[in-house]
């Protein structure tokens, strides 16, 4: 049985994670945790997870779960993901982290991590995105710049980072398969007098509306016809059993930084 400590317990990911881990009946949750100060603290969090009791209260201190725990997940806020990776690293614990929004020096904080323990970070834990990923590499290595992308995102009206992390993943990986700079090509969104779309654009679109779990078509088109990739989430638990899925690989990975595709392929 893997014993798992959950950051962002109260959150609409660590909630359901929660949720699956007991439906599993293969893990042991050692700590529920939220931030300082959230009306959360001391709820339980099997409550919380529409579970019933579970006897784990939810706390504010990461180091008092460590010891009891195999591997902690993280689905919380940019903020908190270099303390996460910082007290992991320090005990030794291997970290799965799915929070999105990243800066560069909070990634960095990850990498530094990962020179101790396990440290798994993806944009999306879903099988089928991480599928999906494949597939976009495979149709921009394939057909190249003859074929515009655009890539168009939606998520629930709350989720706070434009655009997705999963829509920046597939940018990056459609960049990458053509050999040019995400940088240089990216256009997010248009408004007004754009002109001509220039030659091997990529455009990346955001929506945000009601209870939206997660929507991305990636769109490869030139003047005789249009490829459509696309993904949606119906819940959130395909996000949280793939998160569960790292936990397992994690706890007997050696240290390092990994995606889900080291996970699931």
Not at 174 to 202: F, N, Q, T, W
């Amino acid at each position: 049985m893997t014993s798992i400590a959950i950051i962002g317990a109260g959150g609409r990911m660590g909630r359901r994670i929660i949720a699956c881990a007991a439906e599993d009946g293969s893990f042991r949750l050692a700590g529920a945790v939220e931030a300082a100060g959230s009306p959360l603290l001391g709820a339980d969090s099997g409550e919380l997870a529409g579970i019933g009791p579970n006897g784990v209260k939810v706390g504010s201190r990461l180091e008092e779960v460590l010891a009891g725990a195999d591997v902690v997940i993280d689905f919380s806020t940019p903020a908190m993901a270099p303390v996460s990776a910082a007290a992991c690293a320090g005990a030794g614990k291997p970290l799965v982290i799915g929070t999105t929004g990243l800066n560069g020096d909070q990634e960095k904080t990850l990498r530094t991590a990962a020179g101790k323990t396990a440290v798994i970070y993806a944009a999306n834990m879903s099988v089928g995105v991480n599928l999906l990923f494949r597939l976009v590499r495979e149709a921009a290595r394939t057909l190249g710049e003859d074929y515009d992308i655009e890539i168009v995102e939606a998520h629930h009206r709350r989720k706070k980072d434009s655009p997705s992390g999963t829509a920046r993943t597939l940018a990056e990986t459609a960049a990458a398969a053509r050999g040019v700079s995400l940088s240089e090509k990216a256009v997010y969104g248009r408004r007004g007098l754009v002109g001509e779309r220039p030659r091997g654009e990529i455009g990346i679109h955001a929506v945000r509306a009601g209870d939206i779990v997660g929507e991305h078509t990636v769109y490869f088109s030139n003047s005789g016809e249009r490829l459509e990739l696309i993904h949606r989430a119906h819940t959130r638990d395909t996000l949280a059993r793939g998160a569960l899925r790292a936990a397992v690989f994690a706890v007997s990975a050696a240290p390092g930084l990994y995606t889900m595709e080291d996970v699931l392929f």
